[in-house]
Nanobody, 123 residues
Framework: QVRLVESGGGSVHAGGSLILSCTPF????????MGWFRQAPWKGREFVAG????????VYADSVKGRFTISRNTTKTTIYLGMNSLKPEDTAVYYC????????????????WGQGTQVTVSS
């Protein structure tokens, strides 16, 4: 059974930083893209960042460019989301996605999702 294990969420003040991680179990996604989405209360799930299978190409939502960094470890077993200069509007549940692909500068998701990890940013 495929599981995406997420960690790193928490509560910080505005301007603070967090690092999220996501590790798949049950199968590997070494030849597929992975990414991060988020969902705030009473809002739909929105794209945050994606990384290619090799880790060499990344895509970001405009709202997080320059503040967030997505990366992949060299063995392609884990992805990370570094979050700097956090704002209250970044408060959301962050979900890892696996099995996607990058094409034309756009991340296309696949239906493997983590359980979500809560990020709360206070004023």
């Amino acid at each position: 059974q495929v599981r995406l294990v997420e960690s790193g969420g928490g509560s910080v003040h505005a301007g603070g930083s967090l690092i999220l991680s996501c590790t798949p179990f049950g199968r590997t996604f070494g030849s597929e893209a992975m990414g991060w989405f988020r969902q705030a209360p009473w809002k739909g799930r929105e794209f945050v960042a994606g990384v290619s299978w090799s880790g060499g190409t990344t895509v970001y939502a405009d709202s997080v460019k320059g503040r967030f960094t997505i990366s992949r470890n060299t063995t392609k077993t884990t992805i990370y989301l570094g979050m700097n200069s956090l704002k209250p509007e970044d408060t959301a549940v962050y979900y890892c996605n696996a099995g996607g692909h990058l094409a034309g500068g756009t991340y296309h998701s696949y239906d493997y999702w983590g359980q979500g990890t809560q990020v709360t940013v206070s004023s």
